[in-house]
């Protein structure tokens, strides 16, 4: 028996290609990117990086309605942006199975907020799955297939981060080749949901709903572990898990498919323990549902509504709450390990622009000087760039949701500010949200200042593919949309290309740009270090000429550093040499320059 250690993404990715999937589209996002890169190995199976979630659900969704079997994956915020595609999924319902995946970020590892994806399981009514480990991720992907095409409707699954990250061992059941050819049947009144036929497929969707009602009382995909009568759990996900080693001996009703729940196996298993309680991440979802039951139980009033569990967490709210008397002395992290703040990585692309914002707009100071007023207003966006937001840069003001800073510095515009206000949106970004703002700026005459910092990839998430990088899921060849061109197309007629590793050539655009009085779009193009992986000779600081006045620090480049004694040191262990040179650039005294006789 083949048994095989993956992390709970790579589990989810086999699930599917072992029940016949032959189409996954996606958008990279932390927790969920490792799944399409994994399906993306795989012979057989059309994959691709989407422009944006929206677009991957209905990707998938037309793949399912020539009968194949189709999947789509995002993170739990990308749902916000597929929600339209998502509540259409549900009222045409499919023909082949489709699998949404949105994984959830408990505790906010890598994410803009906190939410919980079930919610909108409740407002599509289709049903959600929650696996606990790696075999469940397997398990379940399989069975939504079968779960989607039985009850004609898309299948939410929902990992969270410790889920898809972790690793645990996987027995895989024999691959499934559904003998199906791709063909689309004509049906309008499936298919095209104008308000006659909309209003009828809401009636089947309604009826669904019943059926999958009565389905999950008996599914294996919820399961009673019998334990003493004392104290019942209610538990689904990873919180299974760690509800398992907090109370050994409770019983628990471990739920797969949290949406729907099953009414009468909850109230038979309530009825069979002196005390209930209910362990979920973030949201009070199954308690809401048992209290609307008149079934009493325990949840958030003793266990955390937000942030991600562990045994500690769990464990630490049962001893407030005395349900046990004790708990074990808790492991500690080494003691004296270095702390590592967020950074740009030492030659990225953004650091040269950011200086340059941040000296115009007086955001950083010299070591020994008087802070300044700042000036100008710099909306951000999501990406590696949004960490242009710590010192020593401090660049960034706003930061909500993908495209959105274009649009929020034209509301700011039309709003009368009296700067002209700035947006500062990566490549990725602007190819996922960031055109449809750029064009209502454009339609609406906004009088801003627009940089997209373009570095080829979709670099945060791992280097995926995106429309303007040229590369396919698959890492072969792709056409490249040519950003420039398309702001062009868009109508804006004041758009220029800078280096970003030349500071005179951006500080001089940037002015430009701001002093103008029109729309103004620049694109500062340089590759991602991490990505090319360039190496050149590393830079060295004269101590003869260097008089310590910090301007090298302001870069916020780790390669650039303190001493032990307290000078100031390139190291050159992380140094990219010649593919950047910034700190070289913006040495008043000109202390920096090419190592001699260190190789690159």
Not at 202 to 217: D, F, G, I, P, Q
Not at 365 to 376: Q, S
Not at 541 to 570: R, Y
């Amino acid at each position: 028996m083949e048994r095989l250690l993956l992390s709970g993404n790579e589990a989810i990715a086999l699930g599917a290609c072992h029940a016949g999937l032959k189409l996954a589209a996606a958008y990279p996002g932390t927790p969920s990117t490792e799944i399409l890169e994994a399906i993306a190995k795989f012979p057989g199976i059309y994959s691709e990086w989407s422009s944006n979630e929206a677009v991957a659900v209905e990707v998938a969704l037309g793949a399912s309605y020539t009968g194949v079997r189709a999947m789509a994956c995002m993170k739990h915020v990308g749902l916000n942006v597929a929600a339209d595609a998502f509540m259409a999924a549900s009222t045409t319902g499919v023909r082949g199975g489709l699998l949404i995946v949105a994984a959830d970020d408990p505790g906010i590892h890598s994410s803009q907020n906190e939410q919980d994806s079930r919610n909108y399981a409740r407002l599509g009514k289709v049903p959600c799955l929650e696996p606990s480990d790696s075999q469940e991720a397997y398990d379940f992907a399989r069975t939504a297939f079968q779960l989607s095409e039985e009850f004609d409707t898309p299948v939410l699954l929902r990992p969270t981060t410790r889920v898809c990250h972790s690793k645990s061992v996987v027995i895989p059941s024999p691959k499934l080749e559904p003998a199906r050819t791709p063909e689309f049947r004509h049906e309008p009144g499936k298919l095209v949901m104008l308000p006659g036929a909309a209003r009828e497929r809401w009636h089947k969707v309604l009826e669904r709903w019943e059926k999958l009602a009565a389905y999950t009382e008996t599914s294996a995909l919820n399961r009673v572990v019998e334990g003493s009568a004392e104290l019942g759990i209610v538990a689904s996900g990873i919180g299974y898990q760690y509800a398992r080693e907090v109370f050994p001996n409770a019983s628990f009703l471990k739920l797969g498919m949290t949406h729907p729940l099953p009414g009468r196996l909850l109230r038979d298993f309530a009825g069979r323990v002196k005390t209930l309680l209910v362990i979920e991440e973030l949201e009070d979802f199954i308690e809401q549902s048992l209290r609307s039951q008149g079934i009493a139980a325990l949840g958030k009033e003793i266990f955390p509504r937000t942030g991600e569990f562990s045994p500690d967490i769990i464990r630490d709210s049962a001893v407030k709450a005395g349900i046990i008397s004790n708990a074990p002395a808790k492991s500690l992290p080494a003691a004296g390990l270095a702390r590592r703040p967020p950074l740009l990585c030492p030659g990225c692309p953004h650091s040269g622009v950011f200086f340059t914002l941040s000296s115009l707009g007086h955001r950083s100071t010299l070591p020994g000087k008087k802070p300044r007023t700042p000036k100008m207003t710099i909306c951000g966006d999501i990406g590696c760039y949004t960490l242009g937001a710590y010192q020593p840069l401090g660049v960034i003001d706003t930061c909500g949701c993908m495209g959105a800073g274009i649009s929020q510095a034209a509301g700011m515009a039309k709003a009368g500010a009296a700067e002209k206000p700035l947006a500062v949106i990566g490549d990725s970004t602007f190819m996922h949200s960031g055109i449809n703002s750029l064009l209502n700026a454009v339609y609406n005459q906004a009088k801003i200042c627009v940089l997209i910092l373009d570095n080829g990839t979709t670099a945060m998430t791992g280097h995926q593919g995106h429309p303007g990088s040229g590369v396919a899921a698959t890492g072969q060849p792709a056409p490249r949309v040519i950003i420039e061109e398309l702001v062009r197309g868009a109508g804006v007629r004041n758009a220029s290309v800078v280096d970003a590793f030349d500071l005179k050539a951006v500080r001089a655009e940037l002015r430009r740009a701001m002093a103008s009085s029109e729309l103004e779009v620049i694109i500062v193009r340089g590759d991602c270090p991490t990505l090319t992986r360039k190496r050149g000779r590393p830079r060295v600081i004269s101590t003869e000429k260097c008089d310590d006045c910090g301007a090298c620090l302001l870069i916020g480049c780790s390669a650039i550093k303190k001493s032990e004694s307290g000078g100031i040191i390139v190291d050159p262990g992380v140094c990219v040499g010649e593919y950047c040179t910034l700190c070289q650039q913006i040495c008043p005294k000109e202390a920096i320059s090419e190592s001699i006789g260190v190789a690159a």
